[in-house]
């Protein structure tokens, strides 16, 4: 049985291999937008347009291969290598539909133009896919010879193959070239089977019997006489999301791989997968709030809606509203009303398109539109002040008020669910279209404390107002059963002298200390603190021998915070760009001679830090500094540097703040450039911007639990700065802080594993229903943990990639050692009957067969091992690696190490 368990356990790494590889025909969809949607991870091979910079390096993950567009047939004006082009080479004439020019392939040297100009870039980029489409256009044209053309993209094809042999092609029909180039080409595509777009009259409709049974028997004949996977898109209105279902349950029924999606290929369609959509639109003002770091609402929203699995896109209630279709990527709409709209008739009409294509709307604070768009038969209400309040779902956090304290607008008529109501109106409710919370009776203000607070249950309220569907939901706080532990450092106060007799540099103190403590430390440095042409050019000898010593510490990973250390990015930028002396701006350190300059705050800081290292490490991250507040520009060249990114967020919930809206997100998206947040503050929040208390920071351990029970909403995170080192209160803090994480179960990783968990939520992670009913579960393989509801259990027969799970008051974390993988669920009250992993502080591998019922797991972690396994009657468990294993009471295994990476036999007879 448990061998069993283990084969199909097993069955998904045939997912890695290359396409010849697959256990069947792969998922296919077709993207040209401008933006990636990371719904689109749950295909295998996604075909997008390079012309709009998407990195095939960044996207490329375990069972997910990026495809690039290539017209060869047509060459468009705004082709980055139009400029190039041979007019010896371009028809006269033009497709007119999409406006390309005709390309001859007759000559040799066209030909060449398509493997120096547009090929070889794009393989320099890191494509490794390509999608040949317009490979009939020559055809619009009646003064090219066919048969000259056809022998051209024959020769142009294989002239691919032969310059880069690990090149995989899909062709868009083609079949007259097929016999002759089968052999250097994986998949065929056509378009139109059932369905079609005439992009003329933009209209959809049935295609023809007779073009159906036409392109049958050429589809046909690729799969019989060549071997090859035939792929068809056909093409449905967006509003039509169970039509398109329905075409591609059809199509798959014929034996093709589907992809039903619009005409202009800008959503996210239906193939052999539809991803869940994990993302939600919030529209608020742009214009009152231009900083979106600093705007309230949005950090309220974000925080519980990435909890509950969903990333947030931001709209300007004032437009430009998004055009593309919204219905196989976005799971709901929440609009922030407040103030007056430049654009209500804009604005309503994009909302009603969103009702067409089946979009939830929660509406918040205020009404910014007629609701009668979302049914004819509501209306508004005018409700006066000291009316009294009733409620059934309210008083989360704070008391509501007894009676409105002025007048408010409420909302009347039918089929509203109330939550809340004063007099005719409800000012909290849920319908079939969505749902509203209004104020007083959505937040309360805390004057003394100066502090809001939710009336209604935020997580509630998106759950049902939005009609999120379960699912398991992608976290980023667990690994293998257990919080995470990180703890990174700023590097402010490295040259401070320490308050002790011998005065030295806090970077010492803080070296000792770290050695006394061999978790996972992330170690950043500001190059000016340390540079002999700093402000402190007297202690940098010293300082740079002190952390060339810290970064020997096996469990030190560095990272940069910066150069000058900005206190203000933005305003800072904007100096630069305007040529003006910052000297007395206090926007960062004070360095004579210096301007600020990004790649010398970046590149030039990292370059610094290397000098410093052993060999084998390597600058990983960027530490903000200052406001924490980078423009979206000032991200996207700290991720072109290779560089990841993190801080900003100071979450502090605390007995002081205990509000939900003390809790920071995990990262904010800017312009599409993502800032990952610190998960909690560091020590300057603690001690008044470390005026004093001193010890101050010792109250994070209050955060630590408030943010464990009754959800689990963040990492147990220790973040601080060598200023730390400087003063006895405040490193007693640090003993106290650390030494109430060694009681805990905690899981120690880099900083650097964090980041990258979030980068893989936001970017990467998608989660799909299969046809028979299990849960598909794609990304880039840093997130390892979906959560479930408690009590929730993995059917193990029918999952793959799942190799335990754990209960906590959050829910059920279930632990996976690959990604792809699938999960079944079974009934809780099942026996466990086969091998499971409860918890451990390491992460969990595949395993791997060693000889008959005998199965090999590894955990590899950064501290001595623990790990708690579940072990049916009848299996033992045999530690390969120096281990201790000990059973207690049930069928509870406890292992212990003191290595940081272990393997286990675990043996079970047939019984």
């Not at 890695?16 to 792969?26: S, V």
């Not at 308050?499 to 061999?518: D, K, Q, S, Y």
């Not at 300082?543 to 020997?552: D, H, P």
Request: net charge neutral.
């Amino acid at each position: 049985m448990f061998a069993n368990f283990i084969r199909l356990s097993l069955s998904l790494l045939t997912l890695l291999a290359p396409f010849g590889g697959w256990a069947q025909a792969p998922s296919v969809a077709f993207y040209y937008g401008a933006a990636w949607r990371p719904e689109l991870a749950a295909f295998d091979i996604v075909v997008l347009e390079p012309a709009h910079g998407h990195d095939p390096q960044r996207l490329r993950a375990p069972g997910m291969e990026p495809f690039a567009y290539v017209s060869v047939g047509e060459l468009p004006d705004s082709h980055p290598a139009a400029a190039q082009a041979s007019a010896g080479c371009l028809s006269a004439v033009r497709n007119p539909h999409w406006g390309g020019r005709i390309w001859s392939h007759a000559e040799a040297a066209c030909r060449g133009f398509w493997i120096e100009q547009v090929f070889t870039p794009l393989w320099q980029r890191g494509w490794r896919g390509f999608f040949l489409d317009t490979l009939d256009s020559f055809r619009l044209d009646p003064q090219l010879d066919p048969l000259q053309q056809q022998a051209g993209l024959v020769e142009l094809i294989r002239a691919i193959k032969q310059r880069a042999p690990q090149a995989r092609l899909m062709l868009n029909r083609g079949f007259e070239l097929l016999p002759q180039v089968a052999d250097a080409v994986e998949l065929v595509a056509a378009e139109s089977l059932l369905h079609r777009f005439d992009a003329a009259r933009g209209a959809y409709g049935p295609t023809t019997e007779a073009d159906q049974q036409w392109l049958l028997q050429q589809l046909r004949q690729v799969q019989q006489r060549h071997g090859k996977p035939v792929v068809v898109i056909d093409y449905v209105a967006p509003t039509e999301r169970a039509q398109a279902r329905e075409l591609a349950a059809r199509i798959e029924q014929l034996g093709f791989i589907p992809y039903v999606t619009d005409g202009l290929l800008q959503g996210v369609g239906v193939g052999r997968v539809e991803s869940l959509p994990r993302t939600l639109l919030i529209l608020l003002d742009r214009q009152r709030h231009p900083d979106l770091q600093t705007t309230p609402m949005l950090r309220w929203l974000d925080m519980p809606a990435q909890y509950l699995g969903y990333r947030t896109e931001v709209v300007s209630l004032q437009g430009p509203y998004p055009q593309e279709p919204l219905s196989g990527h976005v799971a709901g709409i929440i609009v922030w009303g407040q103030g007056a709209v430049n654009d209500p008739t804009g604005l309503q009409t994009f909302l009603r398109r969103a009702r067409a294509q089946g979009l939830p709307i929660l509406v918040l604070n205020d009404w910014a539109f007629d609701p009668r768009v979302l049914d004819p038969a509501l209306r508004t209400v005018r409700i006066a002040a000291q009316t009294p309040l009733q409620h059934e779902r309210l008083g989360v956090e704070t008391r509501p008020p007894a009676r409105l304290p002025g007048p408010v607008t409420g909302l009347a008529g039918p089929d509203l669910r109330r939550w809340a109501w004063a007099g005719p109106g409800t000012l909290v409710g849920t319908a079939p279209w969505g749902g509203f919370a209004l104020q007083p009776a959505l937040l309360d203000f805390v004057p003394g404390f100066k502090q809001m607070r939710w009336l209604v249950d935020p997580f509630a309220l998106l759950t049902e107002a939005l009609r999120l569907p379960p699912m398991p939901v992608p976290d980023v706080t667990t690994e293998s059963g257990r919080r995470l532990l990180t703890i990174h450092i700023d590097g402010d106060g490295f040259v401070n002298r320490g308050e002790w007799p011998e005065r030295p540099l806090a970077g010492e103190v803080l070296r000792r200390f770290i050695e006394r403590h061999p978790w996972p430390h992330s170690m950043s440095l500001i190059e000016a603190e340390l540079s002999p042409q700093g402000p402190y050019p007297e202690t940098a000898e010293e300082a740079q021998r002190i952390a060339r010593r810290l970064f020997e510490l096996p469990w030190v990973e560095a990272a940069t915070h910066t150069f000058s250390h900005p206190y203000r990015w933005q305003p800072l930028e904007q100096a630069a760009r305007n040529d003006e002396d910052v000297t007395e701006l206090n926007y960062n350190l004070i360095i004579p001679g210096y301007q600020f300059d990004l790649q010398r705050e970046v590149e030039g800081s990292a370059a610094f830090i290397r000098r410093l290292l052993p060999p084998g490490k390597d600058v990983r991250l960027l530490f903000w500094s200052g406001d924490c507040n980078p423009s979206a520009a000032q991200i996207a060249h700290v991720r072109r540097a290779g560089l990841l990114n993190l801080n900003g967020g100071d979450t502090l919930k605390s007995q002081q703040c205990p509000s939900l809206t003390c809790v920071a997100p995990m990262g904010i998206v800017k312009d599409g450039q993502l800032q990952v947040y610190a998960p909690l503050a560091n020590e300057n929040l603690y001690t008044n911007l470390w005026t004093g208390p001193f010890w101050g920071y010792q109250r994070v351990i209050e955060t630590l639990e408030l943010t464990e029970l009754p959800r689990r909403l963040k990492p147990a995170s220790i973040y601080y700065h060598t200023y730390s080192a400087s003063k006895p209160a405040s490193l007693q803090a640090l003993e106290k802080v650390y030494a109430w994480a060694r009681t805990q179960p905690l899981h120690p990783q880099p900083v650097s594993a964090y980041v990258r968990k979030v980068e893989d939520f936001f970017e990467h992670f998608a989660v799909a229903r299969l046809p028979d009913g299990r849960w598909l579960l794609k990304g880039r393989g840093d997130v390892r943990t979906v959560r479930l509801p408690t009590g929730s259990r993995p059917d193990w027969a029918r999952s793959a990639g799942v190799a335990g799970y754990t209960d906590h008051p959050s829910g059920t974390y279930l632990h996976l050692a690959a990604l792809p993988a699938q999960l079944a669920l079974r009934e809780a009250t099942d026996a466990d009957d086969m091998p499971y992993l409860i918890s451990a502080n390491a992460a969990i591998g595949q395993p791997q067969a060693v000889a008959g019922q005998r199965w090999r797991w590894t955990l590899q972690g950064h501290v001595p091992v623990e790990a708690e396994w579940h072990l049916p009657d009848g299996c033992r468990l045999h530690p390969a690696t120096p281990a201790t294993a000990t059973s207690s009471a049930g069928r509870l295994v406890r292992v212990t190490s003191p290595h940081a990476t272990v393997t286990l036999d675990i043996d079970c007879p047939r019984r």
